[in-house]
């Protein structure tokens, strides 16, 4: 009897790490917009926000505040998941801190065997993604507070140095477009920096990327007197 070739169709899509968290949000939203719950402050990012125990830190009463952070997350997704994970919530605030993912593009790809794409290159993708999100939360009357890129201090990887120099011109770009949009911008940077004024300082995060609860004490700080400044208590 002859064999039957076995068929495989291959994959039909690429992995991405904003689908990780994608039903759950979905459900959640959906909960939101049926009860019409007002919400005060949402925090939007990848993993450095997924990871922050909000609640720990932001407890002022009566206020409701979510987290739409994904860990793995970059700007491509986050632009593509920005309707409805803000626009369609219609937050007070939206607190926005996404971009440190966008600089694994800087390093080499041992599965395609492709070398990395330039700081230009990844840069300009990100403003462009940032540029729609905060055409789309203007359009929408939501107000957005930019927070900076933290440092990082990767010396594991192969391309840190770029890394640490998109994050710079990065963070530069984005305060210019807060200007521009007449957003709020959050340097967490400049807090969180050695003298050197790109590596992340020693002590506050758990491998130089994820900060620990003395890297979360300073972003909250800076943030509540950020919004302090512009007439927002959180």
């Not at 987290?67 to 605030?93: M, S």
Request: glycine share 8%.
């Amino acid at each position: 009897m002859e064999q039957r070739k076995q068929i495989k169709p291959g994959l039909f899509g690429l992995q991405v790490s904003a689908d990780s968290r994608r039903g759950e949000f979905d459900i959640k939203n959906e909960v939101l917009l049926q009860k019409n719950t007002p919400i005060d402050y949402l925090f939007f990012g990848d993993s450095i926000t997924h990871f922050w125990e909000l609640n720990a830190y932001f407890h002022r009463q009566g206020q409701h505040i979510i987290n739409r952070g994904i860990g793995g997350d970059n700007t491509v997704y986050a632009a593509r998941r920005f309707e409805a994970d803000v626009i369609q919530l219609k937050p007070k605030l939206c607190i926005c801190m996404i971009g440190v993912n966008d600089a694994w593009d800087l390093e080499y790809d041992p599965w395609s065997r492709t070398e990395g794409k330039s700081i230009e290159e990844v840069l300009e993708r990100a403003l462009e993604n940032y540029r729609f999100m905060m055409q789309k939360a203007k359009e929408h009357e939501i107000r957005m507070a930019v927070c900076s890129v933290l440092p990082t201090n990767m010396d594991f990887t192969n391309h840190e140095q770029e890394r640490e120099e998109y994050i710079v011109r990065l963070n530069s770009r984005l305060k210019e477009m807060c200007r521009e949009f007449d957003f709020l911008y959050v340097d967490y940077h400049s807090g969180m920096v050695q003298e050197n004024g790109k590596t992340i300082l020693d002590g506050i995060t758990c491998e130089g990327l994820h900060p620990n609860v003395k890297g979360y004490d300073i972003m909250a700080g800076i943030l509540a007197d950020t919004l302090a400044e512009n007439g927002y208590e959180i």
